[in-house]
RNA sequence: GCUCCGAUAGUGUAGCACGGCCAAUCAUGCAGGACUCUCACUCCUGCGACUGGGGUUCGAAUCCCCAUCGGAGCACCA
């Protein structure tokens, strides 16, 4: 048969040769008209994230589930993004919620809830609904409680080691088949606090034979006799359930339709699964991402940047080497530009390792038409102008964009960057940018005598063209990733507070206070 | 040890469910050029990839198998 149907294919397609792609478009014209608007609009390729699976008429509901137990950063903020943007897209409900039930490895931080949900806000990801954990505790322990009576779900008494043995030899332990009227009198001794932590724990009943290991009757409550941070929880509950079963209760109480989160939760779905066939609920529908890694920060863990800020070694959560969304907003790093960010990246379920200057370039076309432009030199060394007459220049705060101008008096000296400086040499000519033009006359000191205001004598004698400030400039300090630049300043950008502006032939920069000495984080180039 | 994922230019990403419209999309990066009184912006040009090997097929980035590499789970962490 395909022998057959082989050299019939091999002269079709030779006769589809034969003619060019215009003869052909006017045949189908001929034959059939209707198909000519989809041969001109197949193939625009898919702005944005990949279609979601949604039924008809269906409102999706998503959420962003963190820790609290430090400030988001980058990588949380890929949740928050992509999960808001998919219910903006579809309409429905957006949910943040608190996963803070570990008050002991995991300790949640008691100001961290309110960043995430301003860093939220921020992000234009307000959530429709805020869910704590921790205030649905017995909740989670009235579905215990149905579970083993059941026969779903033991209090297990072994050591770690022990039961790790029992699990890899596909073995049920000593407390796995007891009667349910027995687990729940030992659950009851569990939340009276009669039981030790390590002691016991609450496990769902799976398969213990299962091939994958990672699926055999897992924890899902664990004695942890530690106050919570939150004062309206403290010492209530000395039994805590564990990620698999709180977020398998919550995915289904709240009503979420997808989820989309990291795919080390992968197995968390097979395992949450026989909770949800126990109780007869649908699992929602699942999208996995990679790890997110950036080229800029090396591995960080939320507990170890808190041990280095205690420590002095950071500023703070702020502190602009860090990948702290808190950051990025004082560095002047737009909201609308991690959204896209983001968006871009999609939901490959590969690791990537991606550098900032995507996420730079995107910030960088938003903020250059709004920010205004100043002189800042930075390891500034004097040059003096020995024919200089006293003169007011009126520098455009835009290149390109009507917005006015600056005002700058300019007397016998000015600054100039040691890093422009020292290409100089005795009958060096130069440009000072929006000034006038100049001609070394000597080194030590440096000193100048001017030759004209020409900008055409500029271009055709190819002269450098740098930037400076005045000596009544105003001390910067610029605190970027790289280290801090200090140096001398326009006046005029003290009444920049708040804003990105662009130091020229350095960068932009957000401006962060002006009491005092002009304060300023580093954006980007 | 057992199990589960993934692999397209330097970096990300589209295409893969349904094999031919793919000598492979877009962005970023890099190189060159135009514009510019900034090393910014804008514009133009160029560079650069289907991990390897088998198989199925007239035809494979796309389907199957193996290998390699990378990641993850097997917690009384989230």
Request: hydrophobic fraction near 35%; glycine fraction near 6%.
């Amino acid at each position: 048969m395909a022998k057959e149907v082989g050299p019939v294919i091999q002269e079709i397609l030779a006769e589809v040769a034969r003619k060019t792609p215009e003869e052909w478009q006017a045949r189908l014209e001929a034959i059939a008209p209707e198909l000519i608007e989809e041969l001109n609009t197949k193939k625009e390729p898919d702005k944005g994230l990949k279609a979601l699976d949604v039924e008809e008429g269906q409102q999706v509901v998503m959420r962003f589930a963190p820790n609290p137990n430090g400030p988001p950063t980058l990588g949380s903020t890929r949740g928050i993004v992509v999960n808001s943007e998919y219910v903006k897209k579809y309409g429905g409900k957006f949910i943040i919620r608190f996963d803070d039930t570990d008050p002991q490895t995991k300790r949640p931080m008691l100001e961290a809830y309110d960043w995430y949900v301003d860093d939220c806000k921020w992000l234009g990801a307000d959530p429709d609904e805020i869910v704590i954990a921790s205030d649905r505790i017995p909740m989670y322990y009235d579905y215990a409680r149905k579970l083993i009576e059941m026969g779903k779900a033991y209090v297990c008494f072994c050591d770690g080691a022990d039961f790790k043995k029992f699990k890899d030899a596909k073995e049920a332990c000593p407390h796995r088949d007891v009667s349910p009227e027995e687990n729940l009198m030992h659950w009851d001794k569990m939340l009276a606090g009669e039981y030790e932590e390590k002691s016991a724990v609450l496990r769902i009943k799976t398969d213990i034979t299962h091939k994958d290991p990672a699926l055999r009757d897992f924890g899902a409550f664990r004695i942890v006799k530690v106050p919570h941070p939150r004062p309206e929880v403290d010492d209530k509950y000395c039994v805590w359930p564990l990620l698999d079963f709180e977020g398998a209760i919550e995915d289904h109480e709240l009503g979420m339709t997808h989820i989309i989160r990291g795919k080390d939760l992968m197995d968390s779905e097979k395992r949450q699964t026989y909770i949800y066939n126990y109780l007869g609920w649908k699992y929602p529908k699942t999208t996995h991402w990679g790890r997110v890694k950036m080229h800029e920060f090396g591995k960080f863990s939320t507990s170890a940047l808190r041990k280095a800020i205690e420590d002095g070694e950071y500023s703070g959560w702020d502190d602009p080497r860090l990948p702290t969304l808190r950051a990025m907003r004082r560095r002047g790093i737009l909201p609308e530009a991690i959204r896209k960010f983001f968006i871009e990246m999609g939901v490959g379920e590969t690791d990537i390792s991606i550098s900032m200057d995507t996420l730079y370039a995107e910030n960088r076309k938003l903020i250059d038409p709004v920010a205004n432009r100043y002189f800042f030199v930075w390891d500034p060394v004097e040059i003096e102008i020995t024919d200089a007459e006293p003169c007011t220049v009126n520098p455009s705060l835009h290149p390109t964009e009507d917005r006015g101008c600056r005002e700058i008096d300019v007397a016998d000296k000015v600054y100039i960057c040691s890093e422009d400086a020292e290409k100089l040499q005795v009958g060096s000519k130069l440009r000072l940018k929006d000034l006038f033009n100049l001609e070394v006359i000597s080194m030590e000191p440096l000193q100048a005598k001017h030759i004209g205001d020409s900008i055409e004598s500029v271009k055709k004698e190819k002269m450098r063209i740098i930037h400076w400030a005045p000596m009544d400039g105003v001390p910067v300090r610029v605190l970027s990733p790289d280290g801090e630049f200090t140096g001398i300043g326009e006046k005029q950008v003290t009444t920049e507070l708040d804003k990105i502006v662009q130091f020229e032939r350095f960068g932009f920069c957000r401006i962060d206070s002006v009491d005092g000495d002009v304060v300023a984080y580093y954006t980007h180039k």
